[in-house]
């Protein structure tokens, strides 16, 4: 049983009414697709072989990124909350820059970086003979890039704000350090981590501009949901409404489902 | 009250008013050099104000379709500008601008020794093409199966710029875009077609509004100037 404070008697007009409109923002797009949907074709438009396949490449890269922002973004968390060093909120504003910077922006600059004539690519590939672009690594590579910085800010603040007396009392039993994190600090935070995980993964699943940008469109090597989406758009657009509505649908699901079960338990 | 205020502005705006009109022009991505920059619309003595709004044709369509505000639009092939005369939305027949073709682009120096269009099957090459949803990649596909190349393609982009951007930072090897583009992109080669291989694409223009500055834009595109403008520019002028 939640206790609830919520107010018996009426909000205030003013906030309901933008409450409302703030709703509709949200609400009446949705409402929009499900109208446009093309629900007498819908099983014929998704079972698609390209439909097939984008569901699958968005599922592997989408998880895959997860499971990279929690092994390199966690990591990366606690030295930005707990470790000082110079140059810390220069470091910290470079994670979180690419939640504003336009994603087209940021797949170029994965480009410059990673691509085969790219800073590190061009040695890569003379070392190896890998190349990163136009390769499903190239996906997952793009959506961790845009999904980590939810997962940072989220466990960051989480590291912030425990006060450092569990960990100290661990200290004196004896753990090591890395002990103390494993078995002190991961399940204290966990919550946090639990919404970080969601973000992240929401965010790799809708991503498009940084992919395109950096891996390019190529049906069941590159071409994931939100790419499918798009090139339908300018050819089908029942198929365009229809796939969005597994992007949609899938989202829907998860967010539904673990927000209430992970955000609200303390 | 209102409803006078209204019908004024709709009488204003009927009326042809030259000076301060600005017209809104939607035209096809590779345009975007040659119509943009400096181009000046000289007409019957007035220069017009022109907005662009440069996309992918079939985007821009789509945006049309929508009911986007457009005064003309200039598609980069024929189909497209089927689809909006069928629909209906225009009272003015469409008119030939110029024509474009496909080439070879690969990064400077050629470092993957592509000779021609046969090359695109190699696998070990990275190739891209234009998505089969916009016209540059209709005309790709169509001469790729007309010569009968099984071409190994790595990334279908969304317009012809995008592909462009990937010759020039060297991700591929080869990509069939415009001549034009090529011509316009000091880091990028050519490597031409062979004779007869076709791949040649016609740029439709068609007025959208009754705006008489729409009129008078078309006649400018038409005009000698801006025709020795498009040839400048590697188009076939007409």
Same mark, same amino acid.
């Given at each position: 049983m939640r206790?609830?404070?919520?107010?018996?008697?009426?909000?205030?007009?003013a906030i309901l009414i933008a409450a409302v409109i703030g709703a509709g923002l949200f609400v009446l797009p949705l409402i929009g697709l499900l109208w446009r949907t093309p629900w007498g074709r819908l099983a014929e438009l998704l079972s698609s072989k390209i439909v097939r396949d984008a569901i699958v490449i968005s599922?592997?890269?989408?998880?895959?990124?997860?499971?990279?922002?929690?092994?390199f973004g966690v990591p990366l968390a606690w030295l930005l909350a707990r470790v000082e060093f110079p140059g810390r909120n220069i470091l910290r504003a470079i994670v979180t820059l690419p939640m504003v910077l336009p994603p087209v922006v940021g797949?170029?600059?994965?480009?410059?970086?990673?691509?085969?004539?790219?800073?590190?690519?061009?040695?890569?590939? *003379? !070392?190896?003979?890998?190349?990163?672009?136009?390769?499903?690594?190239?996906?997952? &590579?793009?959506n961790t890039f845009v999904a980590m910085p939810f997962l940072v800010v989220t466990v960051e603040g989480a590291f912030r704000s425990l006060d450092g007396s569990q960990e100290a009392a661990a200290s004196t039993l004896g753990a090591n350090q890395l002990t103390i994190f494993r078995r002190v600090v991961l399940p204290l935070i966990s919550p946090s981590l639990r919404a970080g995980i969601v973000l992240a993964w929401a965010r790799a699943l809708g991503e498009f501009g940084a992919t395109i940008t950096f891996s390019g469109n190529l049906p069941g090597r590159t071409q994931?949901?939100?790419?499918?989406?798009?090139?339908?758009?300018?050819?089908?657009?029942? *198929? !365009?409404v229809a796939i969005s509505l597994i992007l949609?649908?899938?989202?829907?699901? &998860?967010l539904v489902l673990f927000r209430d079960r992970w955000w609200s338990r303390q | 009250m209102l409803l006078c205020a209204v019908a004024l502005v709709g009488a204003c705006a009927g009326d042809g008013d030259t000076q301060s009109s600005t017209i809104t022009v939607f035209a096809a991505s590779s345009l975007t050099d040659v119509l943009g920059g400096d181009a000046q619309y000289v007409a019957s003595g007035t220069t017009l104000d022109v907005k662009f709004n440069f996309a992918g044709s079939s985007t821009l369509r789509e945006q049309i379709l929508d009911g986007a505000d457009a005064d003309v639009f200039i598609s980069a092939n024929e189909a497209v500008m089927s689809d909006i005369i069928d629909a209906g939305l225009t009272d003015f027949p469409a008119a030939q601008i110029a024509s474009n073709t496909l080439t070879i682009a690969v990064p400077k120096g050629n470092p993957g020794r592509v000779d021609g269009l046969s090359d695109l099957g190699e696998p070990s090459l990275t190739v891209g093409l234009c998505a089969l949803q916009v016209p540059c990649g209709v005309l790709a596909t169509e001469i790729l199966l007309a010569q009968h190349v099984d071409a190994s393609i790595d990334t279908f982009e969304l317009n012809a710029r995008s592909l462009l951007a990937k010759v020039?930072?060297?991700?591929l090897d080869a990509a069939l875009v415009y001549r034009?583009?090529?011509?316009?992109?000091?880091?990028?080669?050519?490597?031409?077609?062979?004779?007869?291989?076709?791949?040649?694409?016609t740029y439709f223009a068609v007025q959208l509004s009754d705006h008489p500055a729409g009129q008078r834009f078309l006649e400018a595109l038409?005009?000698?100037?801006?025709?020795?403008r498009l040839a400048d520019a590697g188009f076939e002028a007409l």
């Amino acid at each position: 049983m939640r206790t609830s404070r919520s107010v018996r008697q009426r909000p205030p007009a003013a906030i309901l009414i933008a409450a409302v409109i703030g709703a509709g923002l949200f609400v009446l797009p949705l409402i929009g697709l499900l109208w446009r949907t093309p629900w007498g074709r819908l099983a014929e438009l998704l079972s698609s072989k390209i439909v097939r396949d984008a569901i699958v490449i968005s599922a592997v890269t989408s998880l895959v990124a997860a499971l990279l922002c929690v092994m390199f973004g966690v990591p990366l968390a606690w030295l930005l909350a707990r470790v000082e060093f110079p140059g810390r909120n220069i470091l910290r504003a470079i994670v979180t820059l690419p939640m504003v910077l336009p994603p087209v922006v940021g797949g170029a600059a994965l480009l410059f970086a990673f691509g085969r004539r790219g800073l590190i690519g061009d040695p890569l590939e *003379a !070392a190896t003979g890998f190349v990163l672009p136009f390769s499903i690594w190239a996906v997952i &590579v793009a959506n961790t890039f845009v999904a980590m910085p939810f997962l940072v800010v989220t466990v960051e603040g989480a590291f912030r704000s425990l006060d450092g007396s569990q960990e100290a009392a661990a200290s004196t039993l004896g753990a090591n350090q890395l002990t103390i994190f494993r078995r002190v600090v991961l399940p204290l935070i966990s919550p946090s981590l639990r919404a970080g995980i969601v973000l992240a993964w929401a965010r790799a699943l809708g991503e498009f501009g940084a992919t395109i940008t950096f891996s390019g469109n190529l049906p069941g090597r590159t071409q994931s949901l939100p790419l499918a989406v798009f090139v339908a758009l300018e050819s089908d657009r029942d *198929a !365009a409404v229809a796939i969005s509505l597994i992007l949609i649908m899938i989202s829907f699901v &998860v967010l539904v489902l673990f927000r209430d079960r992970w955000w609200s338990r303390q | 009250m209102l409803l006078c205020a209204v019908a004024l502005v709709g009488a204003c705006a009927g009326d042809g008013d030259t000076q301060s009109s600005t017209i809104t022009v939607f035209a096809a991505s590779s345009l975007t050099d040659v119509l943009g920059g400096d181009a000046q619309y000289v007409a019957s003595g007035t220069t017009l104000d022109v907005k662009f709004n440069f996309a992918g044709s079939s985007t821009l369509r789509e945006q049309i379709l929508d009911g986007a505000d457009a005064d003309v639009f200039i598609s980069a092939n024929e189909a497209v500008m089927s689809d909006i005369i069928d629909a209906g939305l225009t009272d003015f027949p469409a008119a030939q601008i110029a024509s474009n073709t496909l080439t070879i682009a690969v990064p400077k120096g050629n470092p993957g020794r592509v000779d021609g269009l046969s090359d695109l099957g190699e696998p070990s090459l990275t190739v891209g093409l234009c998505a089969l949803q916009v016209p540059c990649g209709v005309l790709a596909t169509e001469i790729l199966l007309a010569q009968h190349v099984d071409a190994s393609i790595d990334t279908f982009e969304l317009n012809a710029r995008s592909l462009l951007a990937k010759v020039e930072l060297g991700e591929l090897d080869a990509a069939l875009v415009y001549r034009t583009d090529v011509l316009a992109s000091p880091e990028v080669d050519e490597v031409e077609l062979a004779p007869g291989t076709g791949g040649t694409t016609t740029y439709f223009a068609v007025q959208l509004s009754d705006h008489p500055a729409g009129q008078r834009f078309l006649e400018a595109l038409l005009a000698g100037s801006f025709q020795e403008r498009l040839a400048d520019a590697g188009f076939e002028a007409l």
